[in-house]
């Protein structure tokens, strides 16, 4: 075969490759443009005047991007706590368990996915104005809790199951109890897994968007309601700029996740 | 090292899941600084009896004693036992080091002590460069040995070790049963061994309990099992090739084999419904006189050839030293003594007295 042969038969590869960096990269760089306009209208292609004004606006220690920040931070930060306290023993309990049974509790975490989200969410306001969480932080963070707890238990679930019960009977033999076997045997072999569906969890966390809305709005303003906001009143400078800070914790995951879920436990997510 | 001496009492234990029995009655006894191997195929039960031993697993009946104490609902912390799993069960997250001293940092033992009984232990299982690597660094071999060198560390007098051989390949395997039983000799501790090898039972046991569905078949030491089998399967699990078990027949004036058309008597009595047995290595090659048989095939071993013949319709394997030239179809004549002869019922398979006549000449 000769080379532009070669050449050619690598061309769909190529377009393919094309296409796909395209429909990443496309979005992204459109807001880097707009992060960088300080204006920006019809008919020109590229903003006509650049600046980082809004950069300014955005880190203004009193301006609303960096509270709600700190307030999409926290609320990350808490829901995670409250998955794992849930997550840990509930994960442990179940990789222990026969698989029907397993089955089953893990398919009753799901169920609130299997709902249209809105409706959920209308529902769970009403009830929440009940108890007065409506517009509190507590309110928001049991919600994303709700949300959170179905990657958590998975994954969880799924990384203790990995680990080969005889090291416990191991760790119980060599005279541990119950409680340190766990902590020195197995949750340092579950850690990785663990990690990874915290840091799942503190992501979904900092996306919300529905379930903060309906039951934070408007006492509680996180990064994405500021977004919404921010886009609603047409200021895509903010929005962008917005945008691009609830990007960073994503692209961090990725790197870490990558080392931290080994192949043997991802296999078993969801068995 | 020394070890206080202890032994254990099985009695009557069983285990249950559901409809399913795994160990039903099982009773046997080891005696301090014995090796006692539980033997059987597989699903036969041997681990979970090692199971509940350990207190790894609750059991459905019967009771456990160890030093005389029972310990049938005892924690494992609290048996005096240590434990070598089929998986090894070696700590990932661990170095070598840190996985021998794990029992004793819990039972807190001080480190000069640790450090020092370390020694010890990683110089007699020959793992004193490799404390720094982790679990997955090493080969299966040494693997092996970390878990032995968890388990003796603890000088416990009692050991349990379930197939802690069956992932070595045949030259190591052997090398580390002479080196386990070398060990528990020196250490005077009490071994019950889990195997499904019976060549690593003959070899290493001073008791074996064979089991098979759950119960005893039979139990003794390696000698009177292999010389006085109880039933059919004990003859046919020690030995290899197996015990040859031959159908004989009602005939004038005795039993005789089975389709054999020249028969001759082989026993006096009973012949319908018996099988006699008989080891390939009993079986002798005669110049005249015996039973004819048709040689089929040879398999040469290096020390001996087993050869394997057709008695009438019926297959025979005898042992013969050196190698053996085979002319396929040739007629072999054979004989053995009186005394090595067994009889079986068919039906029951177990052993009955019968006089055997001797075939040779
Ligand atoms: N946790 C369990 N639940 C239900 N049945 C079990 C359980 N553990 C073992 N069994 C059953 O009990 C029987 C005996 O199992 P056991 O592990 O003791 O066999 P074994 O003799 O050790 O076999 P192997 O040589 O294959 O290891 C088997 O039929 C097995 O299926
Ligand atoms: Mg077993």
Avoid at chain 1, 128 to 139: A, E, K, P, R
Avoid at chain 2, 115 to 134: F, I, N
Avoid at chain 2, 158 to 169: A, F, I, W
Wanted: glycine share 8%; proline share 5%; with cysteine.
């Amino acid at each position: 075969m000769t080379p532009l042969a070669l050449a050619l038969r690598r061309v769909p590869h190529a377009v393919i490759l094309a296409v796909l960096a395209f429909a990443i990269l496309g979005p992204i760089s459109n807001l880097l443009l707009w992060a960088f306009a300080e204006q920006w209208y019809f008919p020109y292609k590229l903003p006509v005047t650049w600046g980082t004004r809004y950069w300014e606006v955005v880190f203004r220690p009193s301006g609303d991007a960096m509270a709600s920040l700190g307030t999409s931070v926290a609320i990350a930060c808490f829901t995670v706590l409250v998955c794992l306290a849930v997550s840990v023993p509930a994960g442990y309990a179940l990789a222990r368990l026969k698989l029907p049974l397993r089955a089953l509790i893990m398919l009753a975490f799901l169920l609130p996915q299997a709902f249209p989200n809105l409706p959920v969410y209308i529902n769970v306001a009403r009830i929440f104005y009940s108890f007065d969480l409506n517009g509190t932080i507590l309110g928001v963070v049991l919600v994303h809790a709700v949300h959170g707890l179905v990657y958590s238990v998975w994954i969880t679930t799924a990384s203790f199951a990995a680990i080969d019960r005889s090291l416990e009977e191991a760790a119980r033999g060599m005279g541990a109890g119950p409680l340190r076997a766990f902590l020195t045997v197995t949750l340092p072999l579950a850690l990785p897994g663990i990690m990874a569906s915290a840091i799942f969890v503190f992501l979904e966390s900092l996306d919300e968007f529905t379930g903060t809305f309906f039951v934070g709005a408007p006492e509680v303003t996180t990064l994405p309601l500021l977004l919404y906001t921010a886009s609603m009143a047409g200021n895509y400078q903010i929005a962008s700029i917005t945008a691009l800070i609830l990007l960073v914790p994503s692209v961090l995951f990725m790197l870490v996740v990558q080392r931290f879920l080994r192949a043997d436990v991802l296999s078993k997510v969801g068995r | 090292m020394t070890v206080r001496l202890r032994g254990i009492q099985v009695e009557s234990l069983s285990k249950s899941w559901g409809n399913t029995q795994a160990v039903k009655d099982v009773t046997f006894s080891v005696e301090s600084g014995q090796f006692l191997v539980l033997l059987g195929p597989s699903g036969c039960g041997k681990s979970t009896t090692l199971r509940m031993i350990a207190g790894l697993e609750p059991v459905s009946g019967g009771s456990i004693h160890i030093g005389g104490n029972d310990v049938t609902h005892a924690p494992p912390a609290r048996r005096g036992l240590s434990m070598v799993f089929q998986s090894y069960a070696l700590f990932p997250h661990l170095n070598v080091a840190e996985n021998i001293l794990f029992g004793l940092k819990v039972r807190k033992v001080g480190r000069a002590e640790r450090d020092e009984r370390l020694k010890r232990v990683a110089d007699m299982t020959g793992l004193s460069e490799l404390l720094a690597r982790k679990p997955a660094q090493l080969s299966g071999g040494q693997r092996q040995r970390v878990a032995l060198a968890r388990a003796i560390i603890a000088e416990h007098p009692v050991c349990l070790m379930d197939e802690p051989l069956s992932n070595l390949d045949a030259k190591l395997r052997h090398e580390m049963r002479v080196e386990i039983r070398a060990l528990q000799q020196r250490l005077g501790m009490t071994v019950i061994y889990v195997t499904h090898d019976q060549v690593e039972a003959m070899s290493m046991a001073d008791k074996v309990v064979l089991m098979r569905h759950g119960r005893i078949e039979q139990q003794g030491s390696p000698e009177e099992m292999y010389a006085r089998p109880d039933t059919v399967f004990t003859a046919t699990f020690l030995g290899t090739p197996p015990m040859n078990l031959i159908e004989l027949a009602d005939g004038a004036g005795g039993a005789v084999i089975k389709g054999m058309t020249d028969a001759s008597v082989v026993a006096a009595g009973q012949g319908d419904g018996r099988l006699l047995g008989v080891r390939p290595e009993h079986v002798v090659l005669l110049d005249e006189g015996g039973l004819t048989a048709r040689a089929e095939s040879a398999d040469y071993h290096g020390a001996d050839t087993v050869v394997t013949a057709l008695l009438g319709s019926q297959r025979i394997n005898l042992r013969v030293p050196g190698r053996f030239a085979l002319e396929q179809g040739a007629e072999l004549r054979l004989g053995w003594r009186a005394e090595d002869v067994h009889f079986f019922d068919f039906e029951s398979g177990r052993r009955c007295e019968q006089d055997a006549l001797p075939r040779v000449a």
